[in-house]
């Protein structure tokens, strides 16, 4: 009752669109004509007790002859255009009527339209065979519009799990195969692209968590050319779709990861040549091998980002200083059986000296 009444209101809007064209002079064959195009232009097919929802009047329309559409569809319908009529001046007393029909029950089970006149009431029930046709219930609640709304819109909703027709934005069918695509689609964008958030494993792996912190530190300050490697494989859309791919799926946030090289690019424009001096690089020694997973798995993007710069190019030169550095960092990382690995230490000391020193510096360094 609740769900259907929210309904009512949000869909006010869409009512006011159509009401206009079944209005016939009075109220009493108004309401005839809406029972009569219902009859014929939407098949009354019950929902399950499991299936139970609310539609848009192009929700009703949309699936009339194919969908499910019940008592709370010609309800909903019908109570939608005689409130825009209200809206439009005429003055109509109506109510949703909830009923129950069964003996020792309180809980109504069908709904219909009640119209109170001077002369009686009229009843709007498509589900029987003749307008204003009055069936005797045992127990009625009557309800007005008065709350907002949660519902299934009409086109373009995804109704599949209702067990109806799912339509795309100018109405066309979508095939089992396409809805199956789309919600793969939906998937695939929450964990790569412009967009992502990352995956949920590697976003709260405790070692991918430091590798990305001190890999985001490392490009606010452009250690290494870190911030002016990654500006110019985001400006090719071959390897920014890689490099976002690649940092997603490490656990990373493409959004954090586009306004932290965006940031550092602007000041390094502002500040062309400036390179960070030797005691400062040494202290960043240690975050610089905190942030090695990420730095090795971004290598092959960096390699091919430098094949698609012109060559000669100052880009060209830094990506390919950046992909030899990256690949130091991969051959590093793989220790033969029985070794540790060589030139890179994990320890647990490594990761809080790094960040706390790139911090320190960060916070030096930074514009006032």
């Given amino acids: 009752m609740a769900e259907l009444i929210r309904n009512h209101e949000r869909n006010a ?103 109170k006149t001077p002369g009686g009431e009229i009843w709007v029930d498509p589900v029987l065979s003749y307008f204003n046709e009055k069936k005797q219930y045992v127990n009625k609640i009557d309800k007005k519009p008065n709350m907002a709304l949660y519902r299934i819109s009409g086109i373009g909703c995804n109704c599949d799990y209702f067990g109806e027709v799912e339509l795309d934005s100018i109405g066309q069918r979508r095939t089992r195969a396409e809805r199956k695509q789309r919600r793969k689609v939906k998937r695939q964008a929450r ?18 968590i430091l590798a990305r912190r001190a890999y985001l530190l490392l490009v606010r300050l452009n250690f290494r050319n870190t911030a002016v490697k990654l500006h110019y494989i985001l400006e090719n859309p071959i390897t920014r779709v890689k490099a976002l791919e690649k940092w997603c799926s490490l656990g990373g946030n493409a959004a954090k990861l586009k306004s932290t090289v965006a940031k550092a690019w602007a000041k390094y424009a502002r500040k062309r040549g400036i390179a960070i001096g030797a005691p400062a690089a040494a202290g960043l020694a240690a975050t610089w091998a905190t942030a090695a997973p990420i730095i090795a798995a971004m290598a092959p993007i960096i390699k091919l980002a430098a094949t698609l710069v012109p060559r000669g190019s100052r880009a060209q030169e830094i990506l390919e200083a950046g992909s030899e550095a990256a690949e130091e960092i ?33 916070f030096l360094s930074r514009k006032k």
Avoid: M
């Fill in 13 to 115: 809007a869409d009512y006011d669109k159509i009401s206009p064209y079944f209005w016939r002079g009075n109220i009493k064959e108004s309401c005839r004509y809406l029972f009569t195009f219902l009859k014929e232009n939407v098949k009354y097919k019950i929902e399950p007790d499991t299936r139970q929802s609310v539609k848009s009047p192009a929700a009703i329309l949309a699936t009339g002859l194919n969908g499910y559409n019940d008592c709370k569809h010609y309800a909903s319908f019908i109570g939608g255009v005689l409130d825009s009529w209200n809206r439009s001046g005429k003055k109509i007393n109506w109510a949703y009527r909830f009923a129950n029909y069964k003996l020792f029950n309180k809980t109504p089970h069908h709904v219909f339209i009640v119209v």
């Fill in 191 to 208: 964990r790569t692209g412009e967009s992502c958030t990352g995956r949920q494993g590697a976003k709260y792996a405790p070692p991918l």
């Fill in 330 to 362: 991969q051959q590093q990382q793989e220790p033969t059986e029985g070794e540790t690995t060589s030139g890179i230490s994990f320890s647990n000391a490594a990761p809080i000296i790094g960040i706390a020193a790139l911090a320190g510096l960060y």
